[in-house]
Structures are given as C-alpha cells and as structure tokens.
Nanobody, 121 residues
Framework: QVQLVESGGGLVQPGGSLRLSCAAA????????MGWYRQAPGKERELVAD???????KYADSVKGRFISSRDNAKNTVYLQMTSLKPEDTANYYC???????????????WGKGTLVTVSS
C-alpha cells in the first residue's frame, strides 16, 4: 500500500508565496510522473503541474511563470513552489503519483488527501 501526504498549505495574502510538499511512503520501487492538481469550490479538479522522473515539467497556462514543480527521487517527494499567488489560486491542492510498488511491475495511480490553499487579504 502506498500513501501520499501533502503539506504546506495555508492562508496567504495576494502576491505571497507558499511551498507545497507531497511525500510518498510504502514499498516503492520507483515513481513515474508526479503531479499537482487543484479543485476550487464548485469547479472540477484541474491539472496544475506535473513532472516526469527525468525532470520534464508541464504547467497549466494559468500558473506558468508563477509556479515551479520539482522532485526529489531519493525522498519520493514532489514540491510545488507557488509565487505571486492570486485569489483565484484558492483551492484544495492534491498530489498524484504513478507508483511502481510492492509485487507489481507496472505503475498505479495514487492520490493524496489534499491541502487547502487560501489566498486572501
């Protein structure tokens, strides 16, 4: 069994910064793509950023130039550095990973439970 635990959410003023972390724990062999998604009240969950094992990244247009995703493969952890935050960034942020673990030779998708980011003055 694999568990993902996010941390780093909170309340921040517009223009501020936050750094989210998501660590995976379990009998992990390797992790393929790591990603961040968010869901605002009344809206669908959307991709914010993802990063491959080799470090290639992809971002939603709404966060390009403001958010940076990175990962530490040795720690099975993905990060999301968020800067110039806007009220419209307010949402629950979830990490998602494609993990090869246990007896399986292929990756399975796991989700964290989410961390709330509120951008407000």
């Amino acid at each position: 069994q694999v568990q993902l635990v996010e941390s780093g959410g909170g309340l921040v003023q517009p223009g501020g910064s936050l750094r989210l972390s998501c660590a995976a724990a379990g009998s992990i062999s390797s992790i393929n793509v790591m990603g961040w998604y968010r869901q605002a009240p009344g809206k669908e969950r959307e991709l914010v950023a993802d990063i491959t094992r080799g470090g290639s990244t992809k971002y939603a247009d709404s966060v390009k130039g403001r958010f940076i995703s990175s990962r530490d493969n040795a720690k099975n952890t993905v990060y999301l550095q968020m800067t110039s935050l806007k009220p419209e960034d307010t949402a629950n942020y979830y990490c998602r990973m494609n993990v090869v673990a246990g007896i399986y030779s292929y990756g399975m998708t796991y989700w964290g439970k989410g961390t709330l980011v509120t951008v407000s003055s």
